[in-house]
């Protein structure tokens, strides 16, 4: 089983608390050319009603609520979920006194433990390549919806982050870095959500990456899935610290692409999910 989804190293190691995510985050948020930020936009695609049962899968630190604190109708009522007891308990701390907004529960998003048609919409950001039976996590995320409610799902493409793969082939093409097998990404995600949805959108996040200090794209390297952490011991660490400044200096800056988007997907009762159609994608 690829790492990308091995459900025990990522609890174990990966998704333990909320200090590797953390890396990667902090990288975006200081080097993106986008200062429109991934949580506000994604916000913005969230046309719900002002009365709305809403459930985050994977909801990591809870950043895409606490970004948005003050956009938040009163009558939304929120569930933040993850498979990681540790990630749940830095979004609370995260959060702060803004918790009380808010429910948290473990949940694997293969077997959710509410009844069905319990929510308005379903919120799965960049977290269904994680999972080992995706079929099993689409036909829950249908099941929690009530007719007409919306799933939310972010992922990746194929494109994402090409520039950095290659920057870390150059100096050891022994190292893994990130998810490399997507399960889920832009690419594949409108046909496997069509099994289940009778309509869905792509949106997508223009963004890159103009990064100009090797330390957080080190710390970002190490943060990543693969075997970087395992390869980047003794002198091999401060060896890449010194490759990545040799590309600054050179360079002055490292250009990477960002390939992101949102599908958006509606529940249709008028027909039974596996005779569904392939939709026409429309991407805006």
């Not at 091995?6 to 986008?34: E, G």
């Amino acid at each position: 089983m690829s790492r990308t989804s091995d459900q025990r190293y990522l609890l174990r190691d990966q998704y333990k608390n909320a200090s590797n995510l953390n890396a990667r985050i902090r990288l975006h948020k200081r080097f993106s050319t986008n200062k429109y930020g991934w949580p506000l936009w994604v916000f913005d695609q969230l046309d719900l009603p002002p009365k709305s049962r809403i459930l985050e899968l994977g909801c990591g630190l809870g950043d895409l609520w606490l970004d948005n604190i003050h956009r938040i109708p009163d009558g939304w009522d929120i569930v933040l979920s993850d498979l990681s007891l540790g990630m749940l308990q830095d979004a609370q701390g995260n959060l702060g006194t803004n918790r009380r907004r808010f429910d948290f529960m473990v949940v694997d998003v293969q077997a959710i433990p509410f009844p069905d048609r319990s929510f308005d919409a379903v919120i799965a950001n960049h977290m269904l390549y994680h999972v080992p039976h995706l079929t099993a996590a689409l036909s829950e995320a249908y099941r929690m919806l009530r007719p007409g409610g919306r799933f939310y799902a972010a992922t990746n493409g194929q494109a994402h982050l090409q520039e950095l793969r290659a920057l870390v082939k150059r100096f050891d093409p022994s190292i893994t870095f990130g998810p490399t097998d997507y399960s889920f990404n832009l690419e594949s995600g409108s046909v496997q959500l069509s099994e289940w949805f009778g309509k869905v959108t792509l949106h997508r996040y223009e963004d890159s990456l103009a990064i100009t200090k090797a330390d957080p794209l080190v710390a970002y390297i190490l943060s990543s899935i693969g075997n970087a952490k395992s390869v980047l011991v003794g002198d091999n660490l401060p060896r890449l610290v010194t490759f990545v400044e040799h590309e600054l200096t050179s360079h002055r800056v490292i250009r990477v692409a960002k390939d992101v988007g949102l599908f958006e997907a509606w529940r249709d009762d008028v027909r039974e999910p596996a005779s569904a159609v392939h939709p026409m994608l429309c991407i805006t």
